[in-house]
Structures are given as C-alpha cells and as structure tokens.
C-alpha cells in the first residue's frame, strides 16, 4: 500500500503540518466538537496517545483526547480560550482524558468558538468515544455552534478542564 | 455531451456586438476573416435526461463553510458538467425519483458568516443548474459532517424531509409539489430521516429504536411512534451511513455486523443480522469505516463497503479496500478491491453496466471504477476543496 501511505502522509504535510498522521487520518471523517445540554459525563472515554503531550498546538496534547475541528492555539486563541472576536458556544459536551504526567483522568468540556469563518489551521480530530448523531451527547460530527448567539458559523475548538474524573 | 445546446447569434448582447463591430472596423480584415462570423456568448445546458452514468460530489468546503459547492461530474468522460453553488454547512442535494427536481436544502447568512440565517430549499432545474424557485424552511437545519440521511424524499417524490437539530431534534417537511413548508415533526432522541416509503419515513435513536413515521397527503403525520430495539447502541453502535435495499435499510455496526432494518405496513423491525467479516478478519481488525462507507446495487445484490484495519473508534477511518458481498448469497463476500488510494465515501450506479465511484475528504479527486470487475477506469482531478458525499442513481 506504498502509494496508500504516500496519499495520507501528503495529505498530512499538505493539510495540518502539525498534526500527527495519525489525527489527520481520524480528521477526514468528523469535524465538529460540541456537548450535550444535560451532559452525561462519559468517564473512561479514551487517553492521549503519545506526541507531543505539553504543546497546545498538537493535535496530540493530551486534553484534546476527544477533539474534533481547528485547535483554537493555532487561531488566536489558547487551547482555553477562544480567539479574539469570536463567541464561545455554550453548548458543549464533554470527554475525559487522562494527563499522562498525574495519571488521572479530567473531565474536559469541548466547545466551539464562533461567528467567523472557519480558522483552518491545525484540524484536529480524535474520535476516541465518538459516537453516531443518534447519540449527541458523543458526538462530535455536530456543528455545536447552533447553541450560540452567532449561530452556525464554526471557527475553531477549546478545551476546558471541568474537575477530575471519578470511577 | 453532444447534446448540449448552445443559444443562437441573435441573442448576442447588443453592447458585446458593438465591441466586436468596432474592433472589425479598427483592424484591416482579409477576405478569409471577413467570412470569419464571431463567436456568439454561450451558457451551456444538459440534456433533459441525463446519463445514468453522472455523479454528483457534495463539498461542505470545511475551509470556507459559507461556500458549499455540488459537483456534476460524468463518469465515462470524466468531465465536469456543471456545479451549484449551495451556501452554508452543506450537507447534500437530493434527486426527485424522476429525476426532474433537484433539491437543495441550504442555509445563508446575510452577512456571509453573520447576520440574519436564512434556510431555504433551492430547486434547481436539471438541464440549466439555474435556481428556479426557493422554499423558506425554519432555520434549524442540522449541521454535522455531511451524510445523506441529512434529508431524503418519500419515494412518490412528494415531500422532502430535512432533519432538524438546534439541539431539538425534529423533521421539516416540504411538500415539493405545492413548493411549501408543511410543518415540523418532533423525533425526540432521535436523528436523520430514512424514507421507508410513499408516505414513510423513520428517524434512528439512541436508545436503539428508531422512530417511525407515515405521512397523510397533507404530509402530516398520521401515525408515529417507536419501533422495538434494533441493535444495542453501548456494546456496537450502529453508523448513520446506511444504504437502502427496497424496504429495508442496511446499517452496519462499528464492529462490521450487518442489521437489516425492514419496513412492512406500519411494522418496522431489524432482520437477521450478519457480518462483514470472518472471525480470523476481526481478529486482524478489519472494520468499516469512512464518511459514506456502503454503497448498493440492489438489482445485482451487491453491497459494498470501505474497509480498513484499525483498533477501536476508527468507525471514520479511509478505507483501504471495498469489499463486496453478495445479498442473494447470505452475504457470502465475492470480492475484495484494493485501493491505491484512501477513500472516505463511495457510490455505485443502478444501471446494468455499473459505475462505482469514490472520494476521499482528504484529496480533491473523483475515482471511478467498473463496479463489476473493480478495475479503476479513470480519476478526475480537482473536483472541489474537501469531497464530502456521492449522489448517484
């Protein structure tokens, strides 16, 4: 499958430069992160993988274990906050990952950052616990911009640390 | 494409006419260019039946979302034919089953990425790919990486169904005869529309059920309600990305099972279930995967699907091969096609001589193979930003 490997590693450079293969691969089928209005906190939905765990502008930073669009510390923003000018989505859901220098697992809220077109830089996508639309609360194929004032239009995803995950 | 026409001289803009008279007049013409008679301004148009053989390509354009495109490609040619120009978040066109109707559900912004929502279904004329009316509908369109059970028409052509998430989840519906909204069903807990029939539909839960709706001539709903479970949505999900078969919908699970969903009377129910692979296959972690991962030739009794080797929640993963079974032979597997390059969604043509063609999300590039013996016939290059589904017939 040697021109399989080329195809995805030239999509790799060409698309998301810092993005691991591996991400870029999950990329190509999802794209939106949001969160369910009455979120069931889904514990034990998957970890980071290796990389690069400290740098917030890696698709593998270990609290976008369920990340999924443009990593918000390429847009402006920091992996907490959104860029300058766009509206933080109140709308969200949440996964759990697990911060490899403590060894526990935080519960993270994802949510979207909007009212801009999108920021393109940095997609990121992990579809560890993703499950289909039937199932919004894991599912990160929505656009959850539609919870914001400015509506639709998506720009990029922060992560927010809610507290550490119980069993 | 021969057939296309092209409008007469005389419909030559007068201004454009006058340019080219007074450019005659500057330059010194022989006797060869003055029998020289410029060329008229040209719009083409498609013939008024299109090839079985035509495909269209969706683009949500991820990095320009308020630039949707569809693509009309011709797949024994290779050539482009047209494209629409379908606004915000775009998830799909659909065909009336006539094939006179193109149906657009979209969604603008007054200020292109602000402003006022506006969401409309655009139809569109078949031969001129000109807008030609638009049906306002409530802006509570899903928006969700594109899949084609985002909306679909009952199977007279009558009503169009648009799933709705705002995160309410409900259905529009559109009466494309009288070019109206008719109003807005709930599916609490429930997604995306699978049109069953004329006047049916059902929409897939998360609880495993799906939720069941039959339409009165109005297009109102006459009948819901919840149908027994289907499959167990914890221990093996099933994908959105399910194709049809007749009265039933094939959806397959993250881990490759089969679970045929029928539809007889009111009564809607899963089928026995099969798998994709062989126990030795799932041992080496060959799963379904992709954006559009199953396409059907229903006629011939073939499914085929992108398969690829992956651990867990790789359900969107590019396929490394399609694999086809047989559905007259209980799912037997006839055969496996490698791909040289990863494909994320694929569709096959009904016709006798099939065309099976695929995407990936990755790469602005069209493949299309002899869906029969699997040979790659030819690949289309730059065909959109980011091809997200196929649309054939």
Known sequence: MARYDDMVEGFTRRLAKTVSRRSVLRALGGFLVGAAAVPVLPVKRGHAAGGAPDDETSCDYWRYCAMDGFICACCGGTARAC???????????????????????????YNDCCGKSSCGRCLCNRNEGDRPLYLPANANDYNWCVGSKSGAPYHCTISRIMGVATK | MSSR???????????????????????????????????????????????????WVNDIVFHHMADGKAFLLDGDSGT????????????????????????????????????????????????????????????KRAGHIPMRANSGITDDGRFLLIYNFTPAQSVSVVDLKSRTFVGEIDIPGCALVYPTG??????????????????????????????????????DPVTEKAVRDGATWLFVSFSGDVVPVETAGDVT????????????????????????????????????????????DTHKDPGSE?????????GRRVQRIPLTKPLTSISVTSDAKPLLFGIFIGAPELQVFDAVSGSLLRTVSEVGFTPSTLVTR
Not at chain 1, 83 to 109: K, L, Q
Not at chain 2, 11 to 27: H, R
């Open chain 2, 269 to 312: 129910k899963a089928g026995a279930r099969w798998s994709l692979t062989t126990p030795a296959e799932r041992q080496q972690n060959w799963k379904p995967g992709g954006i559009q991962h199953l396409a059907i030739h229903p006629k011939r009794r073939r499914l085929y699907s992108l398969m690829h080797q992956g651990g867990p």
């Open chain 2, 198 to 235: 004329p006047r049916r539909f059902f929409s897939i839960c998360g609880d495993g059920t799906a939720f069941a709706v039959r339409l009165d001539d109005t297009g109102k709903p006459a009948s819901r309600g919840r149908t027994a479970r289907l499959f167990d949505p914890v221990k």
């Open chain 1, 83 to 109: 860029p300058p000018g766009t509206e933080a989505a109140p709308i969200t859901w949440v996964g759990t990952c697990r911060n490899a220098s403590d060894g526990r697992d935080y519960i993270v809220s």
């Open chain 2, 80 to 139: 482009m034919l047209g494209m629409l120009s379908t606004g915000f978040g775009y998830t799909g066109l659909q065909v009336s089953p006539d094939g006179s109707v193109i149906a657009s559900p979209e969604t603008y912004f007054s200020r292109g990425t602000r402003g006022t929502r506006t969401d409309v279904v655009t139809l569109y004329d078949p031969r001129t790919l000109a807008p030609t009316g638009e049906i306002p509908i409530p802006p």
């Open chain 2, 322 to 330: 399609i694999w086809v079974h047989d559905l007259a032979a209980g």
């Open chain 2, 5 to 55: 026409s092209v409008p007469s001289p005389t419909e030559l803009p007068i201004a454009v006419a006058g340019l080219l008279a007074a450019l005659a007049g500057a330059v010194p013409i022989g006797s060869a260019g003055a029998q020289l008679k410029p060329e008229p301004l040209a719009v083409t148009t498609l013939p008024a039946r299109g090839s079985p053989h035509w495909v």
